[in-house]
């Protein structure tokens, strides 16, 4: 795996069970909509 992937991937298995769990997606797809959403 790329490094810059898997630095990715371990930022968002946050209880570091080695799986992404329906949890941890949704808040990755919260947090990239945050992170792109124009600072108000």
């Known amino acids: 795996m790329v490094p810059e ?3 990715y991937f ?3 298995d946050t209880d570091g069970d080695g799986y992404l769990s329906l ?3 949704q808040q990755a797809m ?3 909509q945050a992170a792109d959403a124009p600072a108000k």
């Open 5 to 7: 992937i898997a630095k």
């Open 10 to 12: 371990a930022g968002l």
């Open 23 to 25: 949890k941890e997606m």
């Open 30 to 32: 919260v947090a990239a």
